[in-house]
């Protein structure tokens, strides 16, 4: 059996949807997990009480359990605490809390790595505790984690995969089940490598773009 | 008595070595050297492929495959047996992980260009499993509602050819398909027929529509171009059903209200559907 370019250009359109789920899915958990990053990096970091404490508690819960655990807990237990997701949701909503759990951890090493004279010089100058943090130790943060912070939606994309499993056609899904059907097992899984590489690249690209410009006060 | 009890045990030797006499073609070289089956077997199919209740593999299916070994070599135990999903078999005969499928393989013409099947040692029909309270009746109508199904099943593909662009929900095993209808996110779900008996024998909450589609036989698969060992595969298929082993390996995993279905599904003439 050889590689067949007829074959993978017929199967295109439904290829093309499965990116387009995969591409959905992704963008949704990475915007989401990093509003969820910069709220427990905060509650973290400002000592809120029960927020902070809750959020230690997340972050152990999420990083130290299988995401494919996780995804199968919001698909098949929720529903049975009345909780029913469509299941693009229950992708998103998975992906996210895994996600962000990683991205708390990025962003609260990031305050943490912020110098305290900054933190004393804020206070001296009479800003409050959210004034330093949006003003001063959140930019400064991101700047420091966005490294870390772009490899996290990196494993996040990679691992958009796994959410085949609860019936979502992502790429992945669309490939396994033609080569369920068709058996073009090399066709496919080239299509799979080719596509996530493509994903990441880009991603990483604009992240590099992005890093650029936000470092472009501190460049002479 | 005692000479009439002794002619009968002499009568019933004789015709046990007639029939273990019965002559087998020779086994592929590669397979002899290896000194074990390796075969691919499902995990989730009661009663054809299973984990038992000590977590061993137990069902039809794998009792064919340890026959096998019981011809080869003498010994049933001499048989490696992996689990396989109905999406991953034919790449895992591929990739040369195992040697054999008796994994509730359909014979198809898609499935046919890319492995060899054996003579079929059995029929089986599909059907749709939903909640008691359904107003799914017969088949037609579930073409309008979601229907439950596995990646890479002979119902996928019937679905995709005859009902193109329906709503499905395609899962990877049953008993994920089974959660996801009793939790509601699907209307009904399609699956061997044999499997969903079982099922729907088991819980109240749960019924077949009990309309046959998709039929088709159930065959052991081999890659491409063995004859030799095809040759020996449909020998041991032979002997098997001359020796009317089915009967007490259905038996053995099928409670006797469902067992009738089975003991056709080896034996009698395959029935009629679309």
């Known amino acids: 059996m050889e590689f067949d370019v007829g074959y993978l250009l017929q199967q295109l359109p439904l290829l093309r949807a499965g990116l387009l789920v995969t591409i959905q899915v992704s963008a949704m958990a990475v915007v989401l997990s990093l509003a969820i990053g910069v709220l427990g990096a905060a509650s973290r970091v400002l000592r809120i009480p029960l927020l902070s404490q809750f959020f230690v508690g997340y972050v152990e819960l999420i990083r130290n359990t299988p995401l494919l655990v996780q995804i199968f807990f919001v698909f098949f237990g929720l529903p049975t605490i009345g909780v029913v997701l469509p299941i693009f949701w229950c992708g998103v909503l998975s992906l996210t809390l895994w996600a962000g759990a990683f991205q708390t951890e990025n962003l609260r090493g990031g305050l943490a790595a912020v110098s305290g004279g900054l933190n004393e010089a804020s206070r001296a100058l009479g800003l409050s505790r959210f004034q330093y943090l949006r003003l001063v130790g959140l930019p400064l943060a991101v700047r420091i984690t966005l490294p870390s912070l772009l490899n996290t939606c990196v494993s996040l994309v990679k691992n958009s995969a796994y959410v085949s499993v609860i019936g979502l056609q992502d790429l992945s899904a669309v490939a396994f089940e033609r080569i369920a059907n068709d058996f073009r097992a090399l066709e496919m899984l080239s299509v799979l490598l080719a596509g996530y590489l493509a994903l990441v690249l880009s991603l990483s690209f604009s992240v590099r773009v992005l890093e650029h410009r936000l470092q472009a006060p501190f460049r002479r | ?274």
């Open chain 2, 1 to 274: 008595m005692k000479r009439i009890l002794a002619s009968v045990a002499a009568v019933a030797a004789l015709w046990l070595g007639a029939a273990q006499a019965q002559p087998m073609p020779p086994l592929p070289a590669a397979i002899r050297d290896q000194g074990v089956l390796r075969a691919g077997v499902r995990c989730d199919q009661p009663p054809y492929g299973f984990r038992g209740a000590d977590g061993g593999y137990a069902g039809v299916e794998v009792e064919m495959a340890r026959q096998m070994a019981l011809y080869a070599f003498g010994s049933r135990d001499k048989v490696e047996l992996q689990c396989v999903t109905a999406e991953n078999r034919i790449p895992q005969l591929n990739a040369r992980r195992v040697d054999l499928l008796i994994a509730t393989l359909g014979v198809t013409p898609e499935r046919a260009r890319v492995i060899d099947f054996s003579e079929p040692y059995r029929w089986g029909g599909s059907d749709l499993l939903v909640r008691r309270d359904s107003p799914i009746r017969v088949l037609d109508d579930a073409r309008s509602r979601n229907v439950i199904m596995l990646r890479g099943t002979t119902q996928a593909l019937w679905f995709d050819a005859n009902w193109p662009g329906m709503n499905t929900l395609r899962l990877n095993t049953i008993s994920d398909g089974l959660q996801a209808l009793l939790q509601g996110r699907g209307d009904a779900l399609a699956g061997d027929a044999a499997t969903l008996i079982v099922i729907a024998a088991r819980d109240q909450n749960l019924r077949m529509v009990g309309e046959t589609f998709a039929l088709s036989d159930a065959a052991v698969g081999l890659r491409k171009n063995e004859p030799e060992w095809m040759a020996w595969i449909n020998a041991a298929l032979a002997r098997i059903k001359a020796e009317n082993l089915y009967t007490g390996w259905v038996e053995a995993v099928v409670a006797p209200d469902i067992r009738q279905y089975y003991l056709d599904a080896f034996s009698a003439p395959r029935p009629h559907s679309r």
